[in-house]
């Protein structure tokens, strides 16, 4: 599928993902801390997890909010992940060229819109969060939370029923630090329509938890699923924001 002939969007000059060059960043200390709410998912509550070919996508429910750390309220969709293969890195963005061996979106959209899909075609419409994962020593017990159901999705299509858990748990210990900038979805439609945020702070898993994500999913049934990432695309005179010197 051509990207840009099929879908125009993707070949717009607000596209995504980018290189984070520290150089070009600006100080902007307004943009605040995330105030999020609902995000403790109780256990009796079950979320679908489901392998569409090209991720692995956790929908959530529709209570999870966040605030302060944009201009306005937005509610979480879903999560969903983009990783390499066995040594090769996955992260969509890249900080000064270092590519991460992971990357975890949280897509939400304004409040404003009544649906995403509504929202997803206006500026501002989206705001997703983005934190690099990358191989610690100790093992990461949030991620465990859906790690284990991977085999379960294995092949494109399947879906199952995980447990509520604490979704906050997925994303950096610490969440004042960040990089902001406009952008878009990194998949067609491309819409230009996202508020990104890029967490300073990253997701330590371990080595064991990384390669269950690069080695249990597959699309169309043989092909493994990896390297599902995007190339970083041109900035053409956007500026990076950043809320830390
Ligand atoms: N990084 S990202 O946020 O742009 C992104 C990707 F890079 C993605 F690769 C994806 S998955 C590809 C799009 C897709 C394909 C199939 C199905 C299905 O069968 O249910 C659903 C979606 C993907 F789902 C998303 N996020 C979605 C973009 C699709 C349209 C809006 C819905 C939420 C955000
Ligand atoms: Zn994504």
């Known amino acids: 599928m051509a990207w840009t002939s099929d879908f125009h969007s993707c070949g717009g000059a607000s596209q995504s993902p980018i290189n984070i060059q520290l150089s070009e960043t600006i100080f902007d200390p307004s943009l605040r801390p995330f105030l999020l709410s609902g995000f403790d998912v109780p256990e009796d509550e079950k979320l679908k997890l489901k ?36 040594g ?63 085999p379960q999705v294995s092949n494109e299509g399947q879906d199952t029923e995980v447990p509520g858990f604490n979704i906050s ?45 690069e080695d249990t999913l597959h699309r169309d049934d043989e092909e493994i699923l990896q390297l599902n990432f995007r190339n970083a695309q041109h900035m053409h005179g956007r500026i990076i924001l950043a809320n830390f010197r």
Request: charged share 15%; hydrophobic share 30%.
């Open 51 to 86: 392998n569409n070919g090209h991720t692995v996508v956790l929908d959530l429910p529709d209570n999870l909010l966040i605030h302060n750390g944009l201009p306005q309220e937005y509610r979480a969709a879903q999560l969903h992940f983009h990783w390499g293969s066995r």
């Open 169 to 213: 748990g997925l994303l950096p210990g610490r969440m004042e630090r960040y990089y902001r900038y406009n952008g878009s979805l990194t998949t067609p439609p491309c819409f230009q329509s996202v508020n990104w945020t890029i967490f300073n702070d990253t997701i330590k898993l371990s080595e064991r938890q990384i390669s269950m994500l």
């Open 88 to 150: 090769a890195p996955g992260s969509e963005h890249s900080v000064d060229g270092k590519r991460y061996s992971g990357e975890i979106h949280v897509v939400h959209y304004s409040t404003e819109y009544s649906t995403i899909q509504e929202a997803m075609t206006q500026p501002g419409g989206l705001a997703v969060l983005g934190a690099f994962l990358e191989a610690g020593s100790e093992e990461n017990p949030t991620y465990e939370h859906f790690l284990t159901y991977l």
